[in-house]
């Protein structure tokens, strides 16, 4: 049974890097956009309550976000593992991730970061943004996304550092050079991919 979490900045390569990791270890990827999108997109009771958050412009409130993920956990395909990509964001999250795994008896194994030079990330976000049309994504608001999730993901690395279980991975380089550092590094602390 293999529990990961995956954090790293918008641009870092995390959403990529979470669907080898998931591959590789034969687990489902849990994101929490995803689920969002899901719920969204097929008018769940869930989704709905989601989208009148997005269509007010404010975030979804962690007791929301804790009971899609809470539902998500609870289902048969993750009984051999998982790999959560996106949750949790604050440290109220976190008292509920941990709170959900205590009650199977099953804490969470290791903390991926992957970590980017800011330069590069803002560079890689603007090249995305110029290809696909997305005028908004300007180098002002890519640095003011990479500064919140500094400030908010901050606290969650030190909470998880302190358990001794986050692995620091650089993001930067070609995808499949960063997957090994990643499986290298899962391996080193006797997590080996199926």
């Known amino acids: 049974m293999t529990r990961l979490l995956v954090i ?3 641009g870092a390569g995390k959403g990529t890097q979470a669907e080898r990791m998931a591959a590789a270890f034969s687990i489902p990827a849990i994101s929490t956009g995803d689920i969002f999108r899901y719920n969204v997109k097929n008018k769940t009771p869930l989704g709905v309550q989601v989208q009148e958050f997005i269509d007010a412009g404010k975030y979804v409130p962690d007791s929301l976000t804790n009971e899609i993920v809470g539902d998500r956990l609870s289902q048969p395909d993750v009984a051999a593992g998982f790999l959560l990509d996106g949750y949790p964001r604050t440290q109220d999250q976190v ?3 941990d709170r959900l795994l205590a009650a199977t008896g099953a804490p969470l194994d290791v903390v991926v970061q992957i970590v980017a030079d800011t330069e590069e990330v803002v560079a890689r976000l603007l090249k995305r943004a110029a290809e696909q049309g997305r005028a908004d994504d300007t180098a002002e608001v890519i640095r003011h996304r990479l500064d919140v999730y500094a400030e908010q993901t901050a606290p ?5 550092g302190s358990r001794g279980i986050v692995v620091t991975v650089d993001g930067l380089g070609a995808v499949d050079e960063v997957t090994t550092r ?4 899962l391996a080193e602390r006797g997590i080996h991919a199926a």
């Not at 969650?156 to 998880?160: E, G, N, P, S």
């Not at 990643?182 to 590094?185: R, S």
């Open 95 to 97: 008292q509920e991730l």
């Open 182 to 185: 990643i499986l290298d590094a």
């Open 156 to 160: 969650l690395i030190d909470i998880y």
């Open 8 to 10: 790293g900045p918008p």
